[in-house]
Structure formats: structure tokens, C-alpha cells
T-cell receptor
């Protein structure tokens, strides 16, 4: 079974620039999550989709972050404009069950450096 | 704020020894999960224990849960160099569509 795919793996940008990350979850997984993991900390949930609807985006900085999951499969996370404090690893995860987190399967992440 | 708090923050042991990591949390949970993260990689799910379970085993892993103390422990027996990684506990509260909240993690180093 193919795992969660993410791209790019690394990205370096200057502050105020825009960046987008892509995620392809495990086939058949209804729920998709985007996490932000700052160095030395655990992942923090940014947004959770169930199929193509948003379940939880309470910790998403909506003035600069946006995410979509068209057709309930792939998802993109965008930051515009980026700030220095956005430097982190952005992890995508998916789970089979809808409702309640259950076991989540993580992609390798995108390491973002904002200069 | 992060729900789970792991202890210790870092642990260094010799190959073959057992490693015990602890996690404490603040509010009621549905279940508690442990994940491993190797350097530069995504997280890998290790084990899930439900709030009505007290102990669970998976290979060399043993997890306990004490809901009265709001704490869990992860025991890795007969550790190997390949167990070197960061370990996170994650909790989810009650209710549908509840989210996982991760602790800051424990860095485990297993010396060959």
C-alpha cells in the first residue's frame, strides 16, 4: 500500500513570498490533516478535512494560510505571505475512519525555511 | 496548548536495555497513541490504547494507561540502535471529530 505522499520535501523562501505544499493521502482515506511541527516541538494541527469538507481549522492562521482538498483526495496548503516564524516542517496525514482521529498515517513532511 | 507532556525529554541507553518513557495529560481522553519519528521523517504510529484499557502489547512495546493519574508509559524492551528516534504521545478528547494533541516528544538514543 502506498503511503502518504508530499511535495516538495524542502523549500527555502524569503519572507513575504508565497509557498504551496501538496499532499496525496492513502487511497480510500476519508480524513486528511495538515500539521505544523516547529523544531523541538510536537506536531500542531492546522486543519482537518473529512472528504472535501473542513472539520477543524481553529488553529489555522487564516490571514496567511489557506488549504483546500478538491474532490476529497489531494490537498494543498498555501502560505501567503510567509513570515520567519513559519519556518517548520509541514506534515500531512490521513486516516481511514471519519469522526475521531484513530490511527493517522503521516507523510515525510515538507521542511520550510523562511529567510 | 499541548495536552501531552512526555518525560524525560531525553533518554540515552545502551543497546539491549529497556527504555521507559512517560506521558501525562490534563483532560479526559478517548484514547492515547504513541508515535515514533526518525530524524527528518514523518511520524509512524506505534500503538493506540483506549481509555477503558489498562495495558497493551505490540512486539517489544508495552503501553500502560492510568486514567486516574492521567498518565501513560511506553516501555521498549531489549532496545536496538534502530530504536533511536523521537517518541510522541498524542491524546484525543471525547466527542466526534476530536483532534489529536501531541506532546513535545522524547528523544531516545540507543548506543550500540
Amino acid at each position: 500500500e502506498a503511503g502518504v505522499a508530499q511535495s516538495p520535501r524542502y523549500k527555502i523562501i524569503e519572507k513575504r513570498q508565497s509557498v504551496a505544499f501538496w499532499c496525496n493521502p492513502i487511497s480510500g482515506h476519508a480524513t486528511l490533516y495538515w500539521y505544523q511541527q516547529i523544531l523541538g516541538q510536537g506536531p500542531k494541527l492546522l486543519i482537518q478535512f473529512q472528504n472535501n469538507g473542513v472539520v477543524d481549522d481553529s488553529q489555522l492562521p487564516k490571514d496567511r494560510f489557506s488549504a483546500e482538498r478538491l474532490k476529497g483526495v489531494d490537498s494543498t496548503l498555501k502560505i501567503q505571505p510567509a513570515k520567519l516564524e513559519d519556518s517548520a516542517v509541514y506534515l500531512c496525514a490521513s486516516s481511514f475512519l471519519a469522526g475521531g482521529p484513530g490511527t493517522q498515517y503521516f507523510g515525510p513532511g515538507t521542511r520550510l525555511t523562511v529567510l | 496548548s499541548q495536552q501531552g507532556e512526555e518525560d524525560p525529554q531525553a533518554l540515552s541507553i545502551q543497546e539491549g536495555e529497556n527504555a521507559t518513557m512517560n506521558c501525562s495529560y490534563k483532560t479526559s481522553i478517548n484514547n492515547l497513541q504513541w508515535y515514533r519519528q526518525n530524524s527528518g521523517r514523518g511520524l509512524v504510529h506505534l500503538i493506540l490504547i483506549r481509555s477503558n484499557e489498562r495495558e497493551k502489547h505490540s512486539g517489544r512495546l508495552r503501553v500502560t494507561l492510568d486514567t486516574s493519574k492521567k498518565s501513560s508509559s511506553l516501555l521498549i524492551t531489549a532496545s536496538r540502535a534502530a530504536d533511536t528516534a523521537s517518541y510522541f504521545c498524542a491524546t484525543d478528547g471525547s466527542g466526534a471529530n476530536s483532534k489529536l494533541t501531541f506532546g513535545k516528544g522524547i528523544t531516545l538514543s540507543v548506543r550500540p
